[in-house]
């Protein structure tokens, strides 16, 4: 989760007074990994997804709580800002006030794409800004100089007495300890020094599993998403403070079916037409050419490929510069069906844009079986005809003849909900209403039922 060290850790008091120091020496390490690594490409994208979606923590501390994820109760538990940081008594010892906990929701977009509108940036993001300034001089452009000033204005959780002075040309420490004690949604992260470990993008809202079928469907679904994207030059862009409210809802009891996300009405740039208005042949068409596509030549059909690219074109700005209306007319409210499944006209859905993208990719037959088993768990925790973990946790518990009731979870209970788990993961235990119908497992992995 942050920074991982061996050393002995100073007394807090002890600790402060290097604060400004970890500060300083952290921006010239960083500064030093920009100036080696800035043109590099092809590195992996790591990325990460919805909340509702894998909702797998309505339990605390031996309790049924009202909430089906871990995201708020997590930040609560790292919160170490002061009374003055939260707001709560007058600015004296503190120098700003931090809107949230260490453990947070992303504040920015630093994408300087002409798509990413000043106003999506609407939230109160502090920043400090002698960090911005010495950014900025370097040649680092604004929407990330405002990002890596926001991390610094905390203090560093933890200094090790070993590693005080370091050489910050070889060295990241100081720079990770508050990078990486920063645990946002969305985490921006430049490769660690000396090591072959690229520029990478970590979605982290997601909840861990039940099974390792899950598991691995939201990493395939994500990783091919982030493609999609990218390979389309798709715009997702939301007000923060909207990103927030979803964060919000998100972690309602039985949110996935129940609540309702802000999501744009158009995902497509302007003068780009949608990937989907060439019908496909089939589900995946066959052959070692895609379809016609936006980003076809004279449409002239382009061989697939048959590995991932990290690296991409973005969309050209419009030769009117891009036309913007109003920023509350480009979103609307969503449910997960919509988003994931379509709304109609309105909106395609994800996961019939993640099909069009593997259309332009080589893959083999099998290799499609099993993404589209995984994809499948998509669609049916987004239409409601697979529950969340944490809706079943929920009736497993209620249904318990231990249970009375009280909101008390006893260790009877959650002894037969581990076993029952556990059960489920191996294929020994069916439950249709959790896992799809063909699910199926042993100790090596997901195989699917015979017909």
């Known amino acids: 989760m942050g920074l991982l060290s061996l050393g002995t850790p100073l007394a807090w008091d002890d600790a402060k007074q290097y604060a400004d120091h970890v500060r300083t020496h952290g921006i010239a390490q960083f500064l030093h990994i920009w100036d080696r690594l800035k043109d590099r490409c092809g590195d992996e994208l790591l990325w990460g997804d919805e909340l509702a979606l894998t909702a797998a923590s309505p339990l605390w501390r031996g309790y049924i709580a009202d909430v089906d994820c871990r995201w708020d109760v997590v930040a609560a538990s790292v919160d170490d800002r002061t009374e003055e940081e939260r707001g709560l008594k007058s600015l004296k010892e503190n120098s700003v006030r931090i809107p949230k906990s260490r453990y947070g929701s992303v504040s920015l977009y630093i994408s300087d794409i002409w798509m990413n509108r000043p ?76 090591t072959p470990i690229g520029w990478r993008v970590e979605f982290r809202s997601m909840e861990v599993q039940p099974t390792d079928f899950a598991n691995a469907a939201f990493a395939v679904f994500t990783v091919l998403l982030s493609r999609a994207i990218l390979h389309y030059s798709l715009n997702f862009y939301l007000p923060i403070s909207k990103v927030d409210e979803n964060m919000d809802r998100a972690q309602r009891r039985n949110a996935a079916l129940t609540e309702k996300f802000y999501f744009r009405k158009d995902v497509f740039p302007q003068g780009i037409p949608s990937p989907l208005s060439t019908p496909l042949s089939s589900p995946h068409a066959s052959g070692a050419t895609s379809p016609v596509e936006p980003n076809g030549e004279n449409g002239i059909p382009r061989p697939k490929q048959r590995k991932l690219q990290n690296c991409f074109a973005t969309a050209p700005k419009p030769d009117n510069g891009g036309t913007f209306g109003p920023v509350e007319e480009e979103y609307d409210e969503f449910t997960l069906d919509e988003i994931f499944n379509g709304k109609g006209s309105a909106f395609p859905g994800l996961l019939s844009l993640i099909e069009s993208y593997l259309d332009t990719l080589d893959v083999e037959e099998g290799e499609l079986v099993r993404i589209r088993e995984y994809l499948g768990l998509m669609k049916q925790r987004a239409n409601g005809s697979l529950r969340t973990p944490a809706t079943w946790i929920r009736n497993f518990v209620r249904s318990h003849p231990d249970y009375k009731f009280d909101s008390v979870v006893s260790q009877e209970i959650n002894y037969d909900m581990m076993v029952a788990i556990d059960e489920i993961e191996r294929g020994v235990r069916k439950a249709p209403e959790v896992v799809p119908t063909a699910y199926t497992a042993d100790r090596a992995g997901y195989k699917r039922a015979k017909p």
């Open 119 to 194: 106003e999506y940036n609407d939230i109160d993001a502090p920043y400090d800004p002698s960090v911005f300034e010495r950014l900025r001089k370097h040649g680092i452009d604004a929407h990330l100089a405002r990002h890596i000033s926001h991390l610094f204005i905390r203090d560093p959780l933890v200094v090790f007495s070993e590693t005080i002075d370091q050489d910050d040309t070889v060295s990241n420490d100081h720079f990770e300890n508050l990078q990486s004690t920063n645990w946002q949604t969305v985490r921006f992260k430049p490769p660690p020094a000396n």
